[in-house]
Every structure is written in C-alpha cells, then in structure tokens.
C-alpha cells in the first residue's frame, strides 16, 4: 500500500510497468473467473478489475479495460457495462462478496463495445445505464453492432447472452450524482480519444476514473476520427487541473498524473511532432509509417497500433 500526498492510500501498484511486471506477463491471472484479473481496492470503497492491456481475444474473454465500481452507503456505481453479458455479470459477482448495496447506477465511459456491450446484463437487472450522448450515438450506430460480432467472433461461447441494449439515460456537459455520503461528477471535458469520453470524479478522495482519455502501460490507439490536438488541449485545460492523485486509466495499472501524462500526452506531442517534420520534408503517407517511435516501444500493443497511428496523424495534420 502507497500513502499518496493529503493522506489517501493507494492500494495497488502505481505502475505495475515500474517494476518490469506487466499486465500481461501472465496469460490470465483469475482462471476461476470469466474476469482477466479480481477487482482490487483502488481507494477505500473504490474498486476496478483491471483488464489485459492487449487486443480482446479468447483467453482474455474480452475484457482488456478497466472494470470499475464505487460502494457508497446507498448503493454502488458502476463504470463500464463489459465487453458481454458474462463479464458484467462476474463483475456483479465480485461486487456482491464485497457489499450487500445494490448497484444503483452503470457510467458508460465511451461507446465501444467493451464499454457498453455488457449492458444487456445491466438492463436486464434494471439498473439505470448513464453515458454521454455522443458515446450513445457512436455505440448504436457503429460501435455496437462491429462491436457485437467482433465478440461473437473471439469471444465464442463467452458472447451468449449479449444484445445491443442502448444507455436509459445520457447527459451533454456533466452529471452530479449524490450516493449516499460519496458525490460523483460524471464529466465530459472535452474532445479526446473517441466521442463521448467520459470521466468519473470523486472530488473528496481526488480519484480520477479516467477512461481512454489517459494511458500509461499500452500505447493509444488513434482513430480516423480523433483530434489529437483537441486530445493533448482536453487533458492539459480540463483533466489536470481537477488534482487527481489516484488515476484509474482506461487500460491498465491505476497510477498517477505524471504516469498518465507521459504515456498520453507526451507519446501524442512526439507523434506529431515526427510527422510534422515529414511533412516539412515533403515526406508522404508511405513514409510517415516509419516515423521513429521507438521511444514507446516499451508499451503494450506497439507492435499493433504504432505504425498505424502514425499513418492517422499524417492523415489528420496533411491540412492542418
């Protein structure tokens, strides 16, 4: 356990990548359960089941993000329906051997399949589902139903029972939500990784639910639709100035903002900074694939999202 500053206690590894152990050096750490990893206590009553940091695939049953939920005295909130109907339902199995309190509440934090595909379970136990409206947009009109037969692909048995089942309730700018004695500020802060990403504050314990607008142990993925300018603005005038001490990323290990920072922020500023100077040079797409990015080799899924990246952001600053 690590005491961070103003006294709130760590109670997991601030990077696991810190000391050479990496999410996936061991293939699944949970065989008993459909979950990749047991949720573990982020903050006191805080807690996430903290995924594979690499691409969804059988053995991993999907669930390669972070699982989280927060156990008030009325009730639990939780953040992130699952990638299927069976991983929202072992989270629910873990939530119940830690509290009687029902779960009142799922956050969606984006409109991918691994957000929101498990809320058919959710629904199903009517539990109110909140996301942003563009993270719902996204999910009915393209990202569930890719989604869904991606799963049902790698997945196999482990999709049954999944549907695309939508959010009940959404929201444009933020959330106020009173649970008991715990206040969670669900925010949009702006444009970042995918439409509708959405972070969940808990101003009293200075814990960041971040989502997919920081990462630290597997490099971001870049979409043909992110604005990585709009992305480095968003963390710099809107994530960090809230003062989060404890930040649950998207993927991988909780840690904190200068982990996040330098695994979002500065990886997005070097990118861009590479295929400005190809464009200077009169470089083309071709050649924008072998920027040098060798600087982030050390993390999880390089080998996947690199090269790729770097062709998007040549895409994205071509006119900029």
Request: with cysteine.
């Amino acid at each position: 356990m690590t005491m961070k500053p103003g006294g709130i206690a760590l109670f997991f590894p601030v990077c696991m990548a810190a000391s050479g152990v990496l999410a996936d050096d061991i293939a699944d750490k949970y065989p008993e359960s459909v979950l990749y990893d047991k949720p573990v206590e982020v903050a006191p009553g805080i807690y996430s089941a903290i995924g594979a940091t690499q691409p969804p695939t059988y053995e991993n049953a999907g669930h390669n993000n972070n699982l989280s939920f927060i156990v008030t005295s009325d009730g639990v909130a939780v953040i992130n329906g699952g990638a299927s109907w069976k991983l929202a339902e072992a989270l629910h199995d873990e939530i119940r051997q830690v509290t009687d309190q029902p779960v009142k509440l799922v956050i969606n934090e984006n409109g991918q399949g691994h957000a929101m595909l498990g809320n058919s379970y959710w629904a199903a136990q009517d539990v109110p589902i909140l996301a942003h409206e563009d993270a719902a947009r996204a999910f009915l009109d393209t990202e569930g139903p890719a989604g869904l037969e991606a799963l049902k692909s790698y997945a196999r048995e482990n999709a049954e029972g999944t549907t695309i089942v939508e959010p009940t309730e959404t929201f444009t700018d933020r959330e106020d939500i009173q649970m008991g004695d715990t206040r969670i500020e669900v925010l949009y802060l702006g444009p970042a990784h995918s439409p509708g990403d959405t972070q969940v504050w808990l101003p009293a314990q200075k814990v960041l639910i971040a989502g997919d607008i920081a990462f630290s142990e597997r490099m971001p993925p870049i979409f043909q639709d992110t604005c990585t300018s709009c992305w480095i603005e968003t963390f710099e005038t809107g994530l960090e100035p809230l003062g989060a001490e404890i930040i649950v990323p998207g993927h991988g290990a909780p840690t904190d903002l200068e982990t996040v920072r330098q695994g979002t922020v500065d990886y997005l500023k070097d990118l861009r900074e590479k295929i400005a100077e190809h464009l200077d040079e009169g470089g083309d797409l071709a050649g924008a694939y072998y920027v040098d990015q060798s600087r982030w080799e050390y993390m999880d899924t390089f080998e996947e999202l690199a090269t790729r990246n770097a062709g998007v952001v040549f895409s994205e600053m071509e006119f900029e």
